[in-house]
């Protein structure tokens, strides 16, 4: 029995590998598409990017893919952080850790929740990057799974 309920609180990692052309050609729609399931499921979410610009292109982005949706989001460092549902974080700005990240940069991230997403495009020298990091969740005791999108 005991050995179940560590099965259930592993942490997960999950690649979303970039297949289909919708993807590909920009990226940042699946993180949009991921963020939407996330918030519809009541799961506060970080967004950690890469830097500063990605995290604007993100921010407007979330604004802009679908005039049916609203998803409550900000950049981090305001005092509104902590009631936001998903919360965009470049690099440099500390935040509490959720339960769902949706990690953009090319290391794992020091801290986390129950799950995190990985967003991977098309690109080999993206692949190469998320192969390490497939590694590291797993030495860090993560059950990892792949998605092709």
Not at 32 to 59: G, Y
Not at 92 to 100: H, V
Request: contains cysteine; charged residues 25%.
């Amino acid at each position: 029995m005991a050995q179940n309920q560590h099965a259930a609180t592993m942490p997960r990692a999950d690649f979303y590998l970039i297949a289909k052309p919708r993807f590909s050609e920009q990226p940042l729609l699946l993180v949009c598409e991921l963020a939407r399931k996330a918030f519809a499921a009541q799961q506060p979410t970080l967004i950690l990017t890469r830097d500063f610009t990605q995290a604007e292109a993100l921010d407007e982005l979330l604004w802009a893919f679908d005039d049916d949706t609203f998803i409550p989001h900000q950049l981090a460092g305001d005092d509104d952080d902590e009631h936001t549902a998903v919360l965009i974080v470049p690099p440099g700005i500390d935040t509490a850790t959720r339960a769902l990240t949706i990690n953009l940069r090319e290391q794992c991230p020091q801290s986390y929740g129950d799950r995190i997403l990985e967003v991977v495009a098309a690109d080999p020298a993206e692949r190469e990057g998320s192969r390490l990091r497939w590694r590291e969740y797993q030495r860090l005791g993560f059950e990892v799974n792949k998605f092709d999108m």
